[in-house]
């Protein structure tokens, strides 16, 4: 099914046209985030979000069809900063120890701090198809770049050959992403930098990093 003919005197629907239509998209993506992560996904009403943005309900539907796609939005806000991308650029560290750390203790943050969503990601994912379709690709992204650097390890000799690029970035992944999970949305209570310790080391054991 192809995408409709939208017109260019004639925005798509959500784009904001004035500085004060974005200023109330942006109040009721933020007053959803409140709502989610209060109430949970289904309990969620758009009224309550119309309400806690102080914007009357038909403002909503300026701006977004469904319950469903403020939900995007609210997620999208987060996505960037949950990917933590360019690591190495951004903090200037090339040592493979000091860089998986500085990733892991990232993304730890950056999950505990967005804990109370991440609980109703969860949620969504179990059942809304296309949300699981995004958490899923939202995994292969964190597999992708850590794929990647694993492959550069591995040919300068300093990780296990052994290994399988992608399925090592997956299982490694999956392991930091569910125990923050299990940390901050089931406050199972572990000292963060113990956590973010213990979680670099396997890393650091299941490639047989090289010392050198």
Same mark, same amino acid.
């Given at each position: 099914?192809?995408?409709?003919?939208?017109?260019?005197?004639?925005?798509?629907?959500?784009?904001?046209?004035?500085?004060?239509? $974005? !200023? @109330?998209?942006?109040?009721?993506?933020? =007053?959803?985030? *409140?709502?989610?992560? +209060?109430?949970?996904?289904?309990?969620? #009403?758009?009224?309550?979000?119309?309400?806690?943005?102080?914007?009357?309900?038909?403002?909503?539907?300026?701006?977004?069809?469904?319950?469903?796609?403020?939900?995007?939005a609210v997620?999208?806000?987060?996505?960037?900063?949950?990917?933590?991308?360019?690591?190495? $650029? !951004? @903090?200037?560290?090339?040592?493979?120890? =000091?860089?998986? *750390?500085?990733?892991? +203790?990232?993304?730890?943050?950056?999950? #505990?701090?967005?804990?109370?969503?991440?609980?109703?990601?969860?949620?969504?994912?179990?059942?809304?198809?296309?949300?699981?379709?995004?958490?899923?690709?939202?995994?292969?992204?964190?597999?992708?770049?850590?794929?990647?650097?694993?492959?550069?390890?591995?040919?300068?000799?300093?990780?296990?050959?052994?290994?399988?690029p992608m399925i090592?970035?997956?299982?490694?992944?999956?392991?930091?992403?569910?125990?923050?999970?299990?940390?901050?949305?089931?406050?199972?209570?572990?000292?963060?930098?113990?956590?973010?310790?213990?979680?670099?080391?396997?890393?650091?054991?299941?490639?047989?990093?090289?010392?050198?």
């Open positions: 099914m192809s995408e409709p003919v939208v017109s260019e005197a004639e925005p798509r629907k959500g784009v904001p046209r004035t500085k004060r239509g $974005e !200023r @109330t998209r942006t109040a009721l993506i933020a =007053a959803a985030r *409140e709502v989610f992560e +209060r109430d949970g996904y289904l309990d969620a #009403k758009i009224s309550d979000i119309s309400k806690a943005a102080g914007t009357a309900s038909g403002s909503f539907y300026t701006y977004f069809d469904s319950k469903e796609e403020i939900f995007a997620v999208e806000q987060v996505q960037e900063e949950m990917l933590h991308p360019h690591v190495r $650029e !951004r @903090t200037g560290v090339t040592d493979p120890r =000091a860089l998986i *750390e500085a990733a892991n +203790r990232e993304y730890l943050r950056s999950y #505990k701090r967005n804990a109370r969503l991440m609980a109703v990601f969860e949620e969504v994912a179990l059942i809304n198809e296309d949300f699981r379709r995004l958490r899923i690709e939202r995994g292969k992204a964190f597999a992708q770049r850590n794929a990647k650097m694993i492959s550069e390890l591995q040919e300068s000799g300093r990780a296990s050959a052994d290994l399988d090592t970035a997956h299982a490694l992944s999956v392991m930091v992403s569910r125990m923050a999970y299990t940390v901050f949305v089931q406050n199972h209570r572990i000292p963060f930098e113990k956590l973010v310790t213990t979680l670099t080391q396997l890393w650091v054991n299941a490639l047989q990093l090289d010392s050198d």
